[in-house]
Nanobody
Framework: QVQLLEPGGGLVQAGGPLRLSCAAS????????SAWFRQAPGKEREVVAV????????SYADSVKGRFTISGDNAKRTVYLQMDSLKPEDTAVYYC????????????WGQGTQVTVSS
């Protein structure tokens, strides 16, 4: 496991951008997969975007494709989520997560950060 720290989040108007970051302590991420999840009130946690550190592969939930971009900086041990064209339905607590390649589930989680999109 790694420790993940997520500063940031906040309030933004619909249509605006926001960037989340998640820094890991203690090690580089070449053998890891990182992801951003979110959980809105009354809803289950859902995966938003996934980033493979070894090759830079990415995948996105259909609801955010074309609007969100996940990326990573191995030297800073930080994964980012650039969110553009935000919608009120993007309002949620966002969590970063990590797992080793080949693991069945994400076992390292950030503390979560609130993102609120006003209409």
């Amino acid at each position: 496991q790694v420790q993940l720290l997520e500063p940031g989040g906040g309030l933004v108007q619909a249509g605006g951008p926001l960037r989340l970051s998640c820094a890991a302590s203690g090690r580089t991420f070449r053998s890891y997969v990182s992801a951003w999840f979110r959980q809105a009130p009354g809803k289950e946690r859902e995966v938003v975007a996934v980033f493979g550190w070894s090759g830079g592969s990415t995948s996105y939930a259909d609801s955010v494709k074309g609007r969100f971009t996940i990326s990573g900086d191995n030297a800073k041990r930080t994964v980012y989520l650039q969110m553009d064209s935000l919608k009120p339905e993007d309002t949620a607590v966002y969590y970063c997560a990590a797992r080793e390649i080949g693991a069945t589930g994400f076992n390292s989680w950030g503390q979560g950060t609130q993102v609120t999109v006003s209409s």
